[in-house]
Nanobody, 126 residues
Framework: QVQLVESGGGSVQAGGALRLSCTAS???????MGWFRQAPGREREGVAAIYTGSGYTLYADSVKGRFTISQDNAKNTVYLQMSSLKPEDTAMYYC????????????????????WGQGTQVTVSS
């Protein structure tokens, strides 16, 4: 099991940008790391994910072209750069991890991820 700590959330106006960070307690050579979000009254949804073995990425259609997931293996950290933010991006954002043997395991289903951070709030005002 790995502990995950998110940071970087906050309040921003529509059109603005934020960068979220997720630091793992130990090295993640071959893991799938994902960012998920949950707004009040809604189900948790996948936003973006990365296979840390090669940097292969996956995005939800709603954030393609606006969000970028990246990794810094030396810091055991995954980032989510969010740009052109919209009010509908408002949610609690969670980092998650699961073991992955190859990039084909990379998906955005929350039920497949076993390790979760505590979440960081993102609020976008119009």
């Amino acid at each position: 099991q790995v502990q995950l700590v998110e940071s970087g959330g906050g309040s921003v106006q529509a059109g603005g940008a934020l960068r979220l960070s997720c630091t793992a307690s130990r090295y993640f050579s071959t893991k799938c790391m994902g960012w998920f979000r949950q707004a009040p009254g809604r189900e948790r949804e996948g936003v973006a994910a990365i296979y840390t073995g090669s940097g292969y990425t996956l995005y939800a259609d709603s954030v393609k072209g606006r969000f970028t997931i990246s990794q810094d293996n030396a810091k055991n950290t995954v980032y989510l750069q969010m740009s052109s933010l919209k009010p509908e991006d408002t949610a609690m954002y969670y980092c998650a991890a699961k073991p992955c043997a190859w990039p084909g395991w990379l998906r955005l289903y929350a039920s497949e991820y076993g390790d979760w951070g505590q979440g960081t709030q993102v609020t976008v005002s119009s």
